[in-house]
């Protein structure tokens, strides 16, 4: 059989072609993920034990009043002492605000400690002077010599630019570093993740440090720089691994519907070639001789689809990460390594595909018997009837998936959730050959009219062999759902975490004076370009506890209404809200303190909140009796819905800061999470988008061999009067009805699988979460599957309406 | 006194179908095919013809009766037997579609012989040169089916058949897409394997100027044969 192989190999390569391209995306794609994950685990491990070079003992997570207490006391006792952790604060330089969240660090005091590298300019030497990190530098356009200002109201401070740094470690990075006298004005707001404590003289013993370091803070968590060091590594690599598998999920979802592809692919091209073999076995093929040589055939295949697409996930990935490398150096990726373990995966897997793909056709293909071979007759019409075992089955799995769905919204478990959907989708696609075309006929018979007698001869077509047209639509209809799934999901959970963000910060922007704001102030900030409200608060400045002196607003003031996107906790007539920020050390919620104006002193309840800025909230009557003619403390704004954050922002510092006044950014806030939400979105249905680009690679295939098989028909319908175009109509009509009921069924089913999520997922962590359905999006999904289905019949179609009738009516 | 028997049958039956839709293609035919003769097989379309031809060559079974061919009978013979057997006993020819169109017209005469892991030793390639020059094929050899007329087809059909010198030959309506002259010329070389080789010809056929080149005429009414003869000369 042998001759036969390889003369079959050789003729037929060519119609495999497509169904090798599904194979050869899937495994490059494999491939590609281990080459950028291997870069991105480079660049995030690279130097992660530079910080903490020559230290003795390293403290986890400090508080950063902890962190203060050791710094003091390193310093004190002839120790050193850093720390490696970050504050955000507001950014300007030379007067225009560039960033609302910068992470500025500290710059360890010790030449020998600095784990940052001089690039330009010197290291910060004395208070008031910063060295920022190159990458921020080229972003923000910042030079040596520049004067910025970072945070606002009381706690800004303004610094100049002495050097630029780089930074070996990602993980200990930051924008700008300043030295601690400086940065410890922030210490409230310090997030800390690691200290570093270096014992007096060289040689030191972790022993001895963690003695030093207990004496000041007796529970903290002292670990060996070497076993700290491990630990991150591993932390980071964990964190690189899930997000390896998640992206490995979508090449699993490519990879499935590049099986269905395959699958229907040989099933039509073993239809086409039944002749072929009914003739063999007439001449003498055992049933084993043929499907040897036919499975031979797709293992070849399978080898060769594998070879092709490991190399060209190699270069893909390589390049990629070479491209990503040199226009987005900030990305910090590391070198590209790809183990030979990975490549022989990518390898194994592609077979694996193939030869499953190809399994059951091939069995199919054999059982023909010798006698097809003696029928003149060359069409092959292969009417197959939907058994009832299938609907049974079907019907099974898509009950037992519904009760699994029920489940899971009872009990919020993502298990039960995906073992619903999954069952729910394999009933569907087991009901496909009967549902899929009862659909077509339908969607046909709506059109009838626009269609014309091209249009009505498709949608005849497209039912006729209910099985083929069932698995032609079933792998774009996995892709379909999942995408209609995401979307619809996405912004119901987005339309949720806004009233999250509403409820957390509820004002754009919050300007709070050390003084009174004088009207002029409060006009122009209304004025500002983008503004689409401002309201003044009235309040005053009070000695509240141990914190020392606040403004002090009124909750409850006339209009606020107009500027709020969620509520204000109300204080009752002995209560005062204070910021979560300033809560922890001394003055904590429930506790009673003094609050006193002058002489007027109020003892009220403390209760934590956030989102008006650095302010303390009390009720009017308690207002009142502290400061009776109160006037205008802060103004709160609200922004136009399409303002810019960061713009905004400026105009906003600029009215503020002669005025002595801070300024609170809830609208960057909210933005940033809006960002981060489209953000995943894109990236989640531009995975997806490989398995559907691969599934309408499927669909344009099988109309190209369809239209191979029905020559013969085709010459026909010419014969007896179908112009050209019609022909050319037909076979577009039928690729715009297989891919619009494969969508539109695939949207039906996304949606009940976005809205089973939100309801087994979103809405017990977020009440009153509802479906939201962003029919643009849908809309768009839809209209695209059409124009991708018209654009898969331009090829065949071109083929078969260039037949001659005489010549395609010849008997062989 | 009987020559050798080609191939037999007694009481042959083949039915189609259930109930309304039942056809008895065969009903409970004798026949005797003695070796060495030029067998065409006659009768109107739907009298059982082809039928007869399909159980003879095993490429079906009987729902009654039996069949012998090269003394072995064909009845409790599995598909992979059946399948061996047609390998090294049976040659076909057919009226169209007869090679497979990826292989050349060489490839495709080895075809059975290779089915069957035959060695091309000295014998068998004499064998073949002879077959494709009484043939006129040696032109032809590396030729695909598409680049070949209709007459070359069968003749190449011819050679395959003949090549692995099977019991008994098998042609079903040979001659029926081709013209009159290429018709005479696949009719004369079927006859000339008769005679020269000592080859045993079936042939299936409701053409009269094609059963004048055979030796006996088996005619076949209603799943019954009415008329055995022999043909004038």
Known sequence: MRTVLWASLRTHTR?????????????????????????IRD???????????????VVDRPSPDEAGRLLAAARDSGADAWLIGWTMEQLAVDGTVVDSDTDIGQLPDRADRRWQELVDGRFAAAPGEAVVDTNTATVSRIAVGDELRIGTGADALDVTVVGLVDSPSTYA???VYLLWPDLARWQDRLYVTSLAWAGPGDGGDTAEARAAIRAVVPD???????RFVQDLQTEVNNGVDVVQIVVLLFGAIALVVAVLVINNTFTILFAQRSRDLALLRCVGATRQQVLRSIRLESLVLGVSSAAIGVLAGLGAGHGLVALIRAQWPQARLGQAQVAPAWLAGAAAVAVLVTLVAAWLPTRRAVRISPLAALRPDDSTHVRTRTGRIRLGLGALAVGAGTLGLAAAIATANVGALAVGGTLVFAGVLLFGPVLVPALIRGTGALGNRLLGPAGRLAAGNAVRNPRRTAATTASLLIGVTLTTAVLTGMASSRSAITTEMDEQHPIDLAVTGEGPLSAEVVDRLAEVDG??????????????????????L????????RVLHGGLPAPGPGQVVLPWDLLGDGVEAGDVVPVAVGDEVARLRVVGGEGWGEAALVGRATLDRLAPDAAPQAVWLRADRDADPEDLAGSVEAVAEPAGAGVENGLAKRSYVDLQLDVLTGGVV??????????????????????LERGREHALLRALGLTRRQVRRMLAAEAVLLSVVATVLGTALGVVFAWSAVRALVQPAVAGAGLVLPWGQLGLVVVMSALAGLLAAVLPSRRASRIAPAAGLRLD | MTSLLAASTRGLTKSYGRGDTLVHALRGVDLDLPAGRFTAIMGPSGSGKSTLMHCLAGLDQPTAGSVTVAGQALEGMDDDALTRFRRDHVGFVFQAFNLLPALSAEQNIWLPTELAGRDRDADLRGRFDGIVDTLDLTARLGHRPAELSGGQQQRVAIARALLSAPAIVFADEPTGNLDSASSAEVLSLLRQSVRELGQTVVMVTHETEAARYADDIVVLADGRITERREAAA
């Open chain 1, 686 to 707: 531009g995975l997806l988008a490989i398995a559907v680009a691969i599934a309408l690679v499927g669909i344009g295939n099988t109309l190209g061999l369809s239209v």
């Open chain 1, 173 to 175: 990075y930051a924008s």
């Open chain 1, 554 to 561: 009124a909750a409850r003031t006339a209009g606020a209404s």
């Open chain 1, 220 to 226: 903290a968590e002292v670990v060996a720089v070497d």
């Open chain 1, 531 to 552: 503004m689409a409200a401002a309201v003044p608060v009235p309040g005053t400045v009070a000695r509240v506890g141990d914190l020392g002196e606040l403004p002090v």
């Open chain 1, 15 to 39: 119609r495999y072609g497509a169904a090798l391209l599904a194979v050869v995306v899937g495994s490059a794609f494999i491939v590609v993920t281990a080459a950028l994950s291997s870069a």
């Open chain 1, 43 to 57: 660049g995030l491990t690279a130097g992660l034990g530079e910080p903490y070079d020559g230290a003795d003992a």
